[in-house]
């Protein structure tokens, strides 16, 4: 019997590149590596696993990491795996494992000749360098075809073979052929609403809970949840793009949204995690209410159950930044609602025709892709011109930074069109989701549906609003509402009979 047969404590290391069809799965690495063990008389201690990590390298492979400390504290003897390419296909790591760690395979058994060990992992490097060749060119293809590098399934599309036969577990692709991505209009239309929702303001959470209890079809099997709504949202893939290496190129498939749809998205998106957007807001004029003091946002809490505002500047850093301003919530919507009542219709016929306004919208982006156009071209032509007059880089160097910054500029512009365009809404469209929101504000006709309590002060109507709506009527109200200023009271208490509650109240209106 040798020394490592002697051995009584093993551990067992489970490497898997791919969790597809055709693998070595892990399990079937584990039953090998356990049979081994009990060949040889020796307890298992615990098993080690990475999953979906390539073997060329352990930067990512934190269970490679842990059994290697684990071994150096004597946690166990030896180490087995179901080949050698599992613990490494880099030599001179592979090298560096066999000196600090006793090891055994299931196909190549104990390794205690190190030469014989040596030879096996330069037969597995000379392998990953191949696979690897094959692999880049495999890569290139693809994109050069327009097709995503993974190959996988994209939610709201049908990978299909060249003769439209759609690709699943019982028509499989045969080898090296090109598979495209058609759109399948069932969950297309669902990924469709999903950027509807939340670029209207929706929040994610709200619109998850809503797809799980319709029963959608989700893009896996764990349903809807945000952080999944968001790595499918995210995917450039949707607006016609395919990306590698942080990289976009253009994609052979169908897009599921215009550019300015993209860029509607992406800049929500942005805003929200910046939070200059009201995250889910419950109410709906939330974002849009200032402090007349120092400028700062109006926050809606509650005081004595009483829906209340109160400036946001004197909350986080108190009287030295601000006097503070304080206000019913009740108070400054009647104002807008009477506001709405004296301008909607005056509004709504200054507003361009619904043809006036996409056109509009349309002609920005136009010109912003002039603009951007005509930055890279005085870049370009002067890059050329130092170029054929010698000029030194170290000469040139501020003169193409202050015009690259003319392209980042003219960029930013034409991102900012596309979005524009991207939420166009028509005027019709605008003014019926204001009426509606009215309604639901507790507003109908000329007197609003809300009780007045014994002491004379008017409070929301009890009826909650659902998210879609509160996000629906707020972004109709920005469309018209640059924001809503609160002003100091104009008397020397809440009751003084003198008091203009009115004029507390400004609404400053976007420019037509």
Known sequence: MTELQQLKRAAIYVRQSQTEDGSISSELQEGNCRKLAERYGWDVTKVYDDLDITGGSTRRRDAYKELRTDFKTGKFDILLADDLSRFNRNTAESAQLHDEIPTATWKEGIQENRLFTDILSAFNADFLRKISERWSDALARRIKNGLPPSGQKQFGYDRTLPNGTVIDKDNKKPSGVLESYVLNEIEAEVVREAYRRYTAGEGARTICQDFTARGLPSAGPNGWYPIGFFDLLDKTFYSGKISHDGQEFTGSHEALLTASQWKKYRKEREERKKQTKPRNP??????????????GKMLSHMARGVPNLLCATYNARGKSACPGTFRKRSKVQMAVWWWLGAHLDEWASAMPSDEEGKLTAETNVANAE??????????????????????????????????????????????????????FTPAADVHEQISNGALLMGFSGERPKMYERPDGEWEDAAEEISEASTAQFREALSKIIEKVIVHPATGKSPRDPNRDHRSEVEVVPRKL
């Open 282 to 295: 419950k109410w709906m004029l939330s974002g849009l209410v200032e402090c007349g003091q120092c400028g």
């Open 370 to 423: 002039t603009g951007l156009e005509a930055a890279r071209d005085k870049y370009s032509r002067y890059q050329r011109f130092a170029f054929e007059s010698s000029i030194r880089a170290e000469e040139s160097k501020d003169t193409l930074a202050e015009y690259s910054t003319e392209i980042d500029e003219a960029q930013a512009v034409l991102d900012e069109a596309l979005a524009e365009l991207g939420g």
